[in-house]
């Protein structure tokens, strides 16, 4: 029972650590009730536990915010709206100054359960350079010395960080040192471990605040892998970003970004810590959540969103944020996320096109992050699995998968090996409503720790695509299909994805590359993945010719197929693993101007009279080299040799029999549309 009721505690303590509540539509109010505010403050702050327990049973479905420093906000810039009867209620716990106008400019602890209810300027203190702490000798709030110098180095080290390294602006201290007050919180409160207090709000919009933490954070002993002493650092840290936050602007930011970042920065600030990981077990088992739905705890969890863009976007994003609040919020501004009723997601969008980048992509790019743990902490061990939904083929060859996702949200399906022995693709067909929110991304699983991603853009919600090779040796021993809606519309979109299992004789076959320049041909049947899936050749610089114009983006490459070609390059010279099934064609269609093309097998081919036919579209056939037939094509044959001094093409004609090697590529002129019919061996 013991352990039953200390298990309780701790999961209380989790929910209550550092969060927020919001309710998020898509550039519209974040509507929160006037009496669910009340109920917050009253359910985290009121000193009686039975008060505590009867606010809190009180609160609006998935609107309960654990998090005390939002409680107490919330309370202080809404204070002019709210009624007669909630400032009574509230004024039980606060002593609240306003000025002519209704807005709050002063708050003081009156009855509350926090720290100043048992620790005052009287008792001992302890100064630092930026800091005086206060705490109790003796007695069940009390701290040893050795404790308060931790929480001083801890508070020290975050006010280097974040003010020297990150070049953020000093909190607003009207003393000169801001004040920190220790008790037994977590005890007191029922699981917070720290809270930053606002005392003073200033017209500007400004507002000077102290702190208060836990008198050891023991609770939190046995909890986790994490120490206490990772937690207090890691609390230090967030609760000292609070007051710059606030210092900055406590009027117009949402909960959702001052509590989003506050638990980036614990990680930026302490790193070796990575306590920020018990906070994203919740995101990562339910990706089809929307990142930006704040109901329940789910606000814990999107902080790994901004690491996300911090990581691979720009290392500065999230201070970026910060002062474009600071120079953009002034009072009187009407831009429409400059007020805490609106979520920050359109200036978010606004700063990634500044760096060359759009939310729609770095949202697709996510989960592509999150399951290949493409992190700095991705190592860990404690860095959780995202929760993906099984797409396996036992007894039929096809299976079909549906749902229903809202804005910035994902689904995830799995495919992989069932019986050691198999080899096949799976060819995917993709059904959305017709928007162009969705985006598709397949990631290969190899044996070796790699993986591979290809990326796909539905057209009028419809997309159709194949997986590389799913094979236990050298192909894909996991293949993993996520869709995304990129939206910003907060609407629900229904889609459909049907899989199909395609097995056949699977065929190998290497080539050596040499350094430099070559193309490259397509011999077998890869699916429908880049040519560095199907050619092993991964890291590649590969080139296609489309539509007279070469393109070098995977997204925009046709899918490879038998009989294709492109250019490759190669800083050392390397070796070309061809790996799939046999093509079952024989024909390859040129357009009217330059092709690339290579023999659609595995078969040597001789460039003659003998073995080529050229097919028209009556699918009649010529002889190439005859008049007829050079109506439609060139009747030379172009190889590129990077071995001549300098590199340069070779023009073999029909009489000289030049044979084409599989996974060589070619050129050829087409005056008109027609196919080369190769020999079906």
């Known amino acids: 029972m013991i352990a039953n009721r200390y298990k309780t505690h701790c999961y209380l303590i989790m929910l209550l650590l550092f969060a927020v509540v919001f309710v998020v539509i898509t550039g519209s109010a974040l509507a929160v009730q006037e009496s669910d505010i009340v109920n917050n403050f009253v359910g985290i702050f009121s000193p009686d536990q039975s008060e505590r327990t009867a606010a809190r049973n009180s609160i609006s479905n998935g609107e309960a915010t654990p998090s005390a420093t939002m409680a107490l906000l919330e309370v202080v810039r809404r204070w002019n709206e709210l009624s007669p009867e909630a400032q009574r209620e509230i004024s039980k716990y606060l002593a609240v100054e306003t000025d002519s106008r209704g807005e709050t400019r002063s708050v003081k602890s009156v009855a509350t359960n926090g720290c100043t209810a048992v620790v005052s300027f009287t008792d001992k203190r302890m100064d630092s350079k930026h800091f ?284 992989g090996i069932w019986e050691l022995s198999e080899k096949f693709f799976v060819d995917y067909n993709f059904y959305g409503e017709m928007v162009p929110y969705w985006n598709i991304s397949l990631v290969c699983f190899k044996n070796d720790g790699s993986y591979e991603v290809s990326h796909y853009k539905p057209s009028d919600g419809k997309a159709s695509f194949s997986s590389p090779l799913i094979d236990n040796e050298t192909g894909c021993n996991k293949v993993v299909a996520i869709i995304n809606n990129s939206s910003q519309y907060s609407i629900k979109r229904v889609y459909e994805i049907a899989l199909t299992k395609r097995s056949g004789e699977t065929l190998e076959h290497e080539m050596d590359i040499p350094a430099g320049w070559s193309l490259l041909g397509m011999p077998v049947s890869g699916g429908d993945v880049t040519p560095q899936n199907v050619s092993g050749l991964a890291g590649a610089q590969i080139f296609q010719l489309k539509d007279d114009s070469f393109v070098y983006d995977e997204e925009s490459f046709d899918a490879p197929a038998p009989g294709m070609a492109y250019w490759v390059y190669l800083e050392n010279e390397g070796t070309a693993h061809f790996s799939g099934f046999e093509s079952g064609i024989s024909e390859v269609a040129l357009k009217r101007g330059w092709n690339f093309i290579s023999v659609p097998g595995m078969d040597e081919t001789a460039w003659s009279t003998s073995t080529i036919k050229l097919k028209l579209s009556d699918s009649s056939t010529l002889t190439p080299g005859t008049p007829e037939a050079d109506k439609y094509i060139d009747p030379l044959l172009y190889e590129y040799d990077p071995g001549l001094n300098p590199p340069d093409y070779v023009s073999y004609s029909l009489e000289d029999g030049h044979v084409m090697v599989p996974g060589k590529g070619y050129m050829l002129k087409a005056h008109k549309s027609c196919s080369l019919e190769f020999p079906a061996y």
């Open 132 to 415: 005086s702490v206060y705490y109790k000798e003796s007695g069940s709030h009390a701290a040893t010395d050795e404790y308060i110098q931790s929480v001083i180095n801890a508070l020290e080290h975050s006010w280097d960080y974040e003010l020297i390294t990150l070049g953020l602006p000093q909190p607003i201290m009207p003393k000169g040192r801001m004040d920190v007050f220790i008790c037994n919180l977590i005890t007191e409160t029922g699981g917070v471990l720290g809270v930053t207090w606002l005392t003073e709000p200033f017209v500007n919009n400004t507002c000077s605040t102290y702190l208060e933490f836990d008198n050891n954070f023991s609770e939190m002993d046995g909890y986790s892998d994490f120490s206490a002493e990772d937690y207090m650092e890691s609390t230090v840290a967030h609760e000292f970003f609070h007051s710059i936050q606030v210092g900055i602007n406590y009027r117009a930011p949402s909960t959702w970004l001052i509590e989003t970042s506050a638990v980036w920065m614990q990680e930026e600030v302490f790193p070796d810590n990575n306590d920020y990981l018990n906070y994203v077990e919740l995101l990562f088992s339910q990706p089809d959540r929307s990142i930006v739905d704040t109901s329940g705890m789910y606000y814990y969890q999107q902080h790994f969103f901004l690491r996300h863009i911090t990581e691979h976007v720009s290392p500065a994003f999230v201070i970026d944020i910060w002062n474009n609040i600071k120079n953009t919020c002034v009072e009187g501004s009407l831009v429409s996320w400059c007020h805490y009723n609106t979520l920050e997601t359109e200036l978010l969008r606004d700063m990634l096109v500044e760096h060359d980048t759009d939310m729609e992509t770095v949202h697709r790019d996510f989960y592509v992050a999150n399951i290949t743990k493409d992190y700095a902490d991705g190592n860990d061990p404690r860095f959780p699995l995202v929760k993906m939904e099984s797409a396996y083929f036992y007894d039929d060859d096809s299976l079909a998968k549906s749902g229903s996702l809202d804005r910035y949200s994902s689904a995830l399906y799995s495919t």
